[in-house]
């Protein structure tokens, strides 16, 4: 394994990266940090080490743990003001809005384009380091922490943990065709030491249905997500807050007034929730300005395999992009108007009246 100063060279070298790290890690910015040390016993190396090793990363940071974020924040927090474009680093108390008097219901009523829906977030617990620090052993025991938790819900939340080690291939892949379990192929991730002992302390848990779902020591400790078939993100939305709540009484997860939950990469930090549909807008993403307008609305296209892979028939991940400096029921309002846009222009529909064009005063 290549050492800090080989990184740094590596770093160096590496002319042409447009990567945050490479932007952001200065040499006085290197200088300061190289000889700090967290209490989990996490590093600089650990935290450039997959951007200095895949200089065509976008960010190319992650977290050693959860204390990287202040003793090595000269470097961590240009990254994170670059990436969710805020010009200060704060972030308002969590707030998921009315879940019983949502002003939303199915994004596509008519179940044409949208395929499903799915709201995740991401938590860390707080006494343990992100997996570059972690040893097996703790590995182990937090999967057992976090197994015991989710043991204990009950009603439409109520499942199994099923454990990665011991889990047939063939059920590996047909929870993955099914857009349920993760996998260990992502290169960043695995440079970043995101696979270290894989799959010792993985698993997923999920209720009969499918519904609810908490991937466990993926990228992050813990991925909390409800999902379903079709638009209703109001039931998807509703069942994620209520999952969320339940965990939070049982376990403590990693939080910082500046920054929100805390996650092993700084692109999730904040409320950490993406929301997502699959929906089809096989014109719309054949537009030339396909980029801008999901830009104009702060959200964000992948392809129906999750994040690196291609769209397939038309079929879009579309998403809420900020996750810093905005509440939890502001990113489900930001995905929520960006997906009706591009759905209001695959369908050729007329753009609603403003309020104001109606007549109506707005006080
Ligand atoms: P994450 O959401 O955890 O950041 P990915 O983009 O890699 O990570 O997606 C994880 C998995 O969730 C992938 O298998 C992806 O196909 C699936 N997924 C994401 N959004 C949806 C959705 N709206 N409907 C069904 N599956 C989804
Ligand atoms: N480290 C990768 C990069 O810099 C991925 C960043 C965002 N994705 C994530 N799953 N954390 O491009």
């Known amino acids: 394994m290549s050492s800090l100063d080989e990184l740094w060279e590596k770093l160096?070298?590496?002319e042409d990266s447009k990567s945050l790290l490479k932007k952001h890690c200065t040499e006085d910015v290197y200088n300061k940090l190289k000889d700090k040390q967290t209490k989990f016993g996490g590093t600089l190396a650990e935290c450039i080490r997959s951007g200095a090793e895949n200089p065509e990363s976008g960010v190319g940071v992650y977290a050693s743990d959860p204390e990287a974020y202040t003793v090595f924040a000269d470097l961590l927090n240009p990254v994170i003001m670059d990436y969710h474009k805020v010009k200060q680093l704060k972030h308002p108390a969590c707030n998921f809005g009315k879940v019983d008097k949502l002003d939303f219901g199915d994004l596509d009523p008519s179940g044409e384009l949208i395929v499903s829906t799915r709201v995740r977030v991401g938590r860390s617990h707080a006494s343990y380091g992100f997996p570059p620090t972690l040893?097996?052993?703790?590995?182990i025991?937090?999967?057992?922490?976090?197994?015991?938790?989710?043991?204990?819900?009950?009603?439409?939340?109520?499942?199994?943990?099923?454990?990665?080690?011991?889990?047939?291939?063939?059920?590996?892949?047909?929870?993955?065709e099914d857009h349920f379990l993760f996998n260990d192929s992502d290169r960043f991730l695995k440079a970043a030491g995101g696979y270290n002992d894989w799959p010792t302390g993985r698993g997923i848990f999920f209720n009969?249905?499918?519904?609810?779902?908490?991937?466990?020591?993926?990228?992050?400790?813990?991925?909390?997500?409800?999902?379903?078939?079709?638009g209703d993100l109001a039931a998807v939305y509703k069942r994620l807050v209520e999952g969320i709540k339940e965990l939070e009484k049982k376990l403590d997860f990693a939080r910082l007034p500046t920054l929100g939950y805390l996650t092993f990469c700084p692109s999730n930090l904040g409320t950490a929730l993406r929301a997502s549909v699959h929906v089809k807008i096989p014109k719309v993403a054949a537009m030339p300005d396909f980029k801008e307008i999901?830009?104009?609305?702060?959200?964000?296209?992948?392809?129906?395999?999750?994040?690196?892979?291609?769209?397939?028939?038309?079929?879009?991940?579309?998403?809420?992009k900020r996750r810093l400096?905005?509440?939890?029921?502001?990113?489900?309002?930001?995905?929520?108007?960006?997906?009706?846009?591009?759905?209001?222009?695959e369908k050729g529909e007329e753009k609603a009246p403003s309020p104001k064009s109606k007549g109506c005063v707005i006080l």
């Open 294 to 320: 999901c830009d104009k609305y702060h959200i964000q296209a992948r392809g129906i395999h999750g994040e690196h892979t291609e769209s397939v028939g038309g079929v879009y991940d579309i998403s809420n």
């Open 12 to 14: 160096c070298a590496a």
């Open 325 to 345: 400096g905005l509440t939890e029921i502001e990113a489900i309002q930001e995905m929520r108007q960006g997906v009706q846009e591009l759905i209001r222009l």
């Open 135 to 139: 040893t097996k052993e703790q590995r």
């Open 141 to 176: 025991e937090m999967e057992k922490v976090t197994r015991e938790a989710l043991e204990q819900l009950t009603g439409e939340l109520k499942g199994t943990y099923h454990s990665l080690d011991g889990m047939s291939p063939e059920t590996q892949k047909q929870l993955m």
């Open 208 to 230: 009969d249905n499918k519904t609810f779902l908490v991937w466990v020591n993926e990228e992050d400790h813990i991925r909390i997500i409800s999902m379903q078939q079709g």
